[in-house]
């Protein structure tokens, strides 16, 4: 009779580690040398976050930091990254500032020229602006960035444009009513 000898034994088994995190924000940053917008890319791999911007020259890297030194702040399309005092603000669509002060003054214009069809497709040129904008920052990245910065340990926080726009929209009325009650004071004296 043969017999077979027991298996070797098995090492134990541990579950691997899961991934570090590792998300990419593309945009512009503003440069105050030329007033112009460079284009930049932050990166966060291995526990830290990194910017890269284009230069003439070729990409720079302009900082590489733990995570955890870095406040991660962004409203609408934008992110800041705050390290060491210093802001980098990256838009997602750099051009949607333009666009939203031109779509302002035509605005106004329309609203003083009594144009209201002109006025009109100004709102929904800026409607139009706000949603390119906000989908900019979706390609871009923004939201993986912003998870991933957050799980690396950065700090971060988010104001999107929900809130934003209830806020313009709350200040709007302020106004409305303060105007309202100041006329009817105006008018009782």
Do not use: H
Not at 65 to 90: F, H, M
Not at 112 to 131: F, Q, T, W
């Amino acid at each position: 009779m043969t017999t077979q000898p027991p298996p070797p034994p098995q090492p134990p088994q541990y579950p691997s580690p899961p991934p570090a995190p590792y998300a990419v924000f593309s945009g512009m940053l503003g440069d105050n040398a030329s007033g112009g917008w460079l284009l930049a890319r932050a990166e966060v791999s291995n526990g830290l976050i990194t910017l890269w911007v284009e230069l003439p020259s070729g990409w720079t890297q302009y900082f590489s930091v733990r995570a955890d030194e870095v406040t991660v702040k962004s409203a609408a399309q934008r992110i800041t990254l705050v390290v060491r005092g210093q802001s980098y603000p990256l838009l997602a669509d750099a051009r949607a500032v333009g666009r939203a002060i031109g779509l302002g003054v035509v605005g106004v214009v329309a609203d003083i020229v009594d144009k209201p069809g002109l006025e009109i497709g100004a709102d929904l040129g800026r409607g139009a602006n706000v949603a390119g904008a906000a989908r900019a920052f979706q390609q871009g990245g923004g939201p993986e960035f912003l998870a991933a910065a957050r799980q690396s340990g950065a700090r971060t926080s988010r104001l999107g444009y929900g809130p934003l726009l209830a806020i313009g929209c709350g200040g709007g009325l302020l106004v409305v009513v303060l105007v309202t009650v100041i006329t009817l004071v105006a008018i009782n004296f």
